[in-house]
């Protein structure tokens, strides 16, 4: 017979696994990320083009996982929830340590990754569209709230350690060991999904029989779901693209090494641990939609004030003062994430429309971030980091005030509906970049 407190000691249990896993998890997923820019950086610089073949190389990941998103519920409709995040979990595992097999018997390292990348994206574009029914399954006795913070915190802690970790091994042992240590690292992960049973099965999505025309069709007849769509394809265009294109962002400036960008995405890592607080006090004020676009406003302040900071200060003091500032971006940024992600499913009329406008978001969002870093790309080659900064900044910040204005004129004010119980407060942004390296 199970005793009461039975229960609590399995829940226990299967937190402990699945956080401790999903920490190590990260952790790797850091250590992908830095490797793949720094080659990518490394490959590209002999030429000038250091920023252009690093955002040729997400680009194809980002694009990648924008096509699969969607029919990774069509995939778990038919096979289970589990089964198909398990397998997606372990095709990440596979093809990293294909990738670093290929590294060490002396393949081209760039080429390699250009092949191996598509496919990452494509079963990480799977695994994200699952990965809130999982956590629910594991994490079965806590509610959607305390879920997300907790799993969210446990990888947010892990970028900032590991953003500094991962560059120092990079630094010490090269690129292969950074792919090295994410194939390692993920493997506690993929064992818990596969073997530890979760407190509750993660139930089968309702089939969709035409995933596309759904998307569309919700896009075309939801006016405040284009709002918040069409903002957040900005904002993933012009202001996002900084944690991920860090490493030649911080190669332009002259800091060469892995630890400096380490430095940085730690910082931005840092920031968006910090975010609920502005998400509570701008959305409790003026609603989701017009609290975004405030903070993607400062964000592009913060990206303009870190174009001055690069041509005033020098060397030491120059990162210092922009990993400074750049734990201000990585708040605000990810902070205009989460409201919009609020108002996106605010959206909705039902619970199953609101999966739908949630798909729908996600994916415009997803085809502005590939645009953004390949912009970022050829603009810091072209040009220098200081003037994409100063661009990019000044144009959110323009956009925010022309779509605030015409919000006003048109009587669009959304009620205050962020509280401290937000169920999405950490579904976008850092933890966004983590799981597409998962």
Same mark, same amino acid.
């Given at each position: 017979?199970?005793?009461?407190?039975?229960?609590?000691? !399995?829940?226990?249990?299967?937190?402990?696994?699945?956080?401790?896993?999903?920490?190590?998890?990260?952790?790797?997923?850091?250590?992908?990320?830095?490797?793949?820019?720094?080659?990518?950086?490394?490959?590209?610089?002999?030429?000038?083009?250091?920023?252009?073949?690093?955002? +040729?190389?997400?680009?194809?990941?980002?694009?990648?996982?924008?096509?699969?998103?969607?029919?990774?519920?069509?995939?778990?409709?038919?096979?289970?929830?589990?089964?198909?995040? /398990?397998?997606?979990?372990?095709?990440?595992?596979?093809?990293?340590?294909?990738?670093?097999?290929?590294?060490?018997? /002396?393949?081209?390292?760039?080429?390699?990754?250009?092949?191996?990348?598509?496919?990452?994206?494509?079963?990480?574009?799977? $695994?994200?569209?699952?990965?809130?029914?999982?956590?629910?399954?594991?994490?079965?006795?806590?509610?959607?709230?305390?879920?997300?913070?907790?799993?969210? %915190?446990?990888?947010?802690?892990?970028?900032?350690?590991?953003?500094?970790?991962?560059?120092?091994?990079?630094?010490?042992?090269?690129?292969?060991?950074?792919? #090295?240590?994410?194939?390692?690292?993920?493997?506690?992960?993929?064992?818990?999904?596969?073997?530890?049973?979760?407190? @509750?099965?993660?139930?089968?999505?309702?089939?969709?029989?035409?995933?596309?025309?759904?998307?569309?069709?919700?896009?075309?007849?939801?006016?405040?779901?284009? @709002?918040?769509?069409?903002?957040?394809?900005?904002?993933?265009?012009?202001?996002?693209?900084?944690?991920?294109?860090?490493?030649?962002?911080?190669?332009?400036?002259?800091?060469?090494?892995? +630890?400096?960008?380490?430095?940085?995405?730690?910082?931005? $890592?840092?920031?968006?641990?910090?975010?609920?607080?502005?998400?509570?006090?701008?959305?409790?004020?003026?609603?989701?939609? @017009?609290?975004? /676009?405030?903070?993607?406003?400062?964000?592009?302040?913060?990206?303009?004030?870190?174009?001055? %900071?690069?041509?005033?200060?020098?060397?030491?003091?120059?990162?210092?003062?922009?990993?400074?500032?750049?734990?201000?971006?990585?708040?605000?940024?990810?902070? &205009?994430?989460?409201?919009?992600?609020?108002?996106? #499913?605010?959206?909705?009329?039902?619970?199953?429309?609101?999966?739908?406008?949630?798909?729908?978001?996600?994916?415009?969002?997803?085809?502005?971030?590939?645009? &953004?870093?390949?912009?970022?790309?050829?603009?810091?080659?072209?040009?220098?980091?200081?003037?994409?900064?100063?661009?990019?900044?000044?144009?959110?910040?323009?956009?925010? +005030?022309?779509? %605030?204005?015409?919000?006003?004129?048109?009587?669009?004010?959304?009620?205050?509906? %962020?509280? !401290?119980?937000? !169920?999405?407060?950490?579904?976008? /942004?850092?933890?966004?970049?983590?799981?597409?390296?998962?």
């Amino acid at each position: 017979m199970t005793t009461p407190a039975a229960a609590p000691t !399995k829940s226990g249990r299967l937190l402990t696994f699945f956080l401790g896993s999903t920490l190590l998890s990260s952790l790797g997923s850091v250590m992908a990320l830095l490797a793949s820019t720094v080659l990518a950086s490394d490959t590209g610089s002999s030429g000038g083009l250091a920023a252009t073949y690093t955002s +040729i190389m997400l680009a194809l990941n980002l694009i990648a996982a924008s096509v699969t998103t969607p029919y990774g519920p069509a995939l778990a409709a038919r096979w289970g929830t589990r089964r198909v995040y /398990g397998t997606a979990v372990g095709a990440n595992v596979l093809l990293y340590g294909l990738l670093t097999a290929g590294l060490l018997i /002396g393949l081209p390292g760039y080429p390699l990754l250009l092949l191996g990348t598509p496919l990452l994206g494509a079963v990480g574009g799977i $695994s994200r569209a699952l990965y809130p029914a999982v956590l629910q399954g594991y994490l079965a006795h806590e509610d959607l709230a305390s879920a997300e913070t907790k799993a969210s %915190v446990a990888a947010g802690a892990a970028w900032v350690i590991g953003a500094i970790v991962g560059a120092v091994v990079i630094d010490s042992y090269g690129v292969i060991a950074g792919f #090295a240590a994410n194939t390692l690292l993920s493997i506690p992960y993929l064992l818990v999904v596969l073997l530890i049973t979760p407190e @509750r099965e993660p139930a089968r999505p309702t089939p969709a029989k035409h995933p596309w025309r759904s998307l569309v069709t919700s896009m075309r007849t939801n006016k405040r779901l284009r @709002r918040a769509s069409v903002l957040g394809l900005l904002a993933a265009a012009l202001v996002a693209p900084l944690a991920s294109m860090v490493v030649p962002v911080t190669q332009d400036l002259d800091h060469n090494l892995a +630890i400096h960008a380490g430095f940085i995405l730690a910082a931005i $890592s840092f920031g968006a641990i910090l975010s609920p607080s502005p998400v509570y006090r701008l959305g409790s004020r003026m609603g989701p939609l @017009r609290a975004s /676009g405030y903070s993607y406003a400062v964000t592009g302040v913060v990206l303009v004030i870190l174009g001055v %900071v690069a041509v005033l200060f020098t060397q030491n003091l120059q990162l210092a003062a922009i990993a400074a500032f750049a734990v201000i971006y990585g708040a605000l940024s990810q902070s &205009g994430g989460n409201l919009l992600v609020q108002d996106a #499913a605010d959206s909705a009329e039902t619970i199953e429309h609101e999966q739908q406008n949630l798909a729908v978001f996600f994916l415009i969002t997803g085809i502005g971030t590939p645009i &953004g870093t390949l912009l970022w790309g050829r603009t810091i080659d072209a040009t220098s980091v200081p003037f994409l900064f100063a661009v990019a900044g000044g144009i959110m910040v323009l956009f925010v +005030i022309v779509n %605030v204005i015409l919000l006003t004129r048109q009587g669009v004010s959304a009620p205050p509906a %962020v509280a !401290k119980h937000e !169920k999405r407060q950490h579904a976008h /942004g850092i933890p966004l970049i983590q799981r597409m390296w998962h």
